[in-house]
């Protein structure tokens, strides 16, 4: 038997030991994790900038079906989320909620690295090592517990003060913990991580050369260790374990073109700010026919007030890929922000089925639809697209204002409303919602409005939501 099976036979032999062992008394129960995974979201996206956005958000939860399809008897669904944050790292939640930092992604140069860093988070999920770490807080309240983890991942994701804020009312319990895997954990991670890995087709090389990606920026003090070393201890001994034990790094690792597609959106829309035209320019001389390039050199330019230029290489990205409906509505959207509005209408309507690639093609619509005074039109396309993305809030905003413009006054404040609720602006959202009852007459609406006020009271808020910097 080689070496390489040999090292895999004992360490599955151990592994499968230790996930035998019998949890211990105090581990957290489904129900305290799912309440304490609801509390933890709601921590999380009040002080994090979690992208919505369906390019990224599809690409990342399809990769995340595909390396968790063959894992059995999961209490919780897994969710995946990225956070706009130029930092090196990823982490698991409870509850299988599962977050990576855009900064990652756009460090990381091959699809195989980004799934090998997923892998290892999902195995961070099935090994219970995040539950595992906070049961010995069960005596703390649930919304304490997720405060004081919130914080601390926070903080440790490059966003102190934040973290602060998160945690210091917590602290009041006598209690902090610091969420840094042990060396056990990390090991196992690893190992079953690899597994996931190649059950899902990938090349378990990845695991080796992301570590060696992110341990390659250099630091020169403890601020400077990227987040990921710090939150992921042992990274010396996980990688030479790693390099012992697999094989040898593949010729080439072919990226496809949905996971470079969402790295260039990522790059453009959520990157470093300022940088992004930078470096898509310097790709763009390197590997000037390269589509996602092109597309993400489009985005960027539309970004930066620039539609024109947006159009030159959006048209050159269509050209190079001309069955990409992402490209078409980038492009139709380019358009009407360059005030070409029957280009932007011609490309967006060629799109069948447009729906189903997110709000930003039908919203595009709604807004030439608008900025020809057609606002009879704008609230036909509005509505249709809240019927397919109820919660998008660039939609209940401009539905509102088409509304008001149509002297819709009820409806326009209930839709603003909801905007406003989206927002997490909750004194404006009571506001709108209580206009909104003194104008409408339908007995089903404001009992609806009405719900939804008693949802955003200040009482009700108080019960719910951790409050901040207590």
């Given at each position: ?43 999380v ?5 979690v ?20 894992i ?40 195989n ?14 090994g ?16 304490s517990?997720a ?36 060396r ?23 695991a ?18 990227p ?20 094989p ?26 300022g ?22 050199l489009?985005?960027?330019y ?13 048209k ?17 959207r380019?358009y ?7 280009k ?5 309507e ?12 039908i ?17 036909e ?35 603003l409303?909801?905007f ?26 404001k ?15 108080k ?8």
């Amino acid at each position: 038997m080689s070496f390489f099976k040999k090292s895999l036979a004992a360490l599955s032999a151990f592994f499968l030991l230790c996930t035998a062992v019998a949890p211990p008394a105090d581990a957290l129960t489904i129900r305290e994790e799912r309440q304490l995974a609801d509390e933890f979201l709601k921590a999380v996206y009040s002080y994090y900038d979690v992208i919505d956005d369906h390019v990224v958000n599809d690409y990342i939860n399809a990769m995340g079906e595909r390396l968790t399809r063959d894992i059995p008897g999961e209490p919780f669904p897994f969710k995946f989320h990225v956070i706009r944050e130029d930092t090196f790292n990823a982490f698991a939640g409870p509850g299988g909620n599962i977050f990576i930092f855009s900064g990652l992604v756009e460090a990381l140069d091959t699809e195989n690295e980004l799934a090998a860093i997923m892998a290892h988070e999902i195995a961070h999920v099935t090994g219970r090592h995040v539950p595992d770490m906070i049961s010995r807080s069960k005596k703390t309240s649930i919304a304490s517990m997720a405060g004081v983890i919130a914080g601390i991942l926070v903080g440790l994701g490059g966003a102190p003060a934040a973290g602060a804020a998160l945690s210091v009312g917590s602290m009041a319990a006598g209690q902090t913990m610091m969420l840094a895997y042990s060396r056990e954990n990390e090991l196992q991670a690893d190992f079953f991580g690899r597994r996931y890995l190649t059950d899902a087709e990938f090349h378990e090389y990845g695991a080796l050369s992301a570590l060696k990606t992110i341990r390659s920026r250099e630091w020169f003090g403890e601020d400077e260790i990227p987040t990921y070393l710090r939150t992921h201890p042992a990274s010396a001994e996980r990688m030479a374990m790693l390099g012992s034990t697999i094989p040898e790094e593949p010729a080439a690792l072919i990226n496809t073109y949905a996971y470079e597609r969402t790295r260039m959106r990522i790059i453009a829309l959520y990157g470093r700010r300022g940088n992004a035209l930078d470096r898509l320019s310097r790709m763009d001389q390197s590997n000037p026919d390269n589509p996602a390039i092109q597309y993400g050199l489009g985005l960027a330019y539309a970004e930066g007030g620039n539609p024109q230029k947006a159009i030159d290489h959006l048209k050159k990205a269509a050209s190079l890929k001309p069955d990409d409906p992402i490209i078409a509505i980038a492009l139709g959207r380019a358009y009407f922000l360059a005030g070409q509005n029957q280009k932007a209408v011609k490309t967006l309507e060629t799109i069948e089925n447009i729906e189903q690639y997110g709000p930003e093609g039908i919203f595009s619509m709604g807004r030439v639809q608008m900025s020809k005074g057609d606002n009879k039109g704008a609230i036909e396309t509005f509505k249709k697209l809240l019927d397919h993305y109820p919660d998008d809030r660039q939609t209940l905003l401009f539905l509102g204002q088409s509304l008001g413009q149509e002297g819709n006054i009820g409806e326009a404040h209930y839709f603003l409303g909801r905007f406003h609720k989206a927002q997490g602006n909750l004194e404006n959202a009571r506001f709108h919602f209580n206009r909104a009852l003194s104008e409408i007459d339908d007995s089903g609406i404001k009992a609806e409005i009405e719900d939804r006020l008693r949802e955003i009271s200040p009482a009700r808020r108080k019960e719910q939501i951790p409050e901040r910097g207590r």
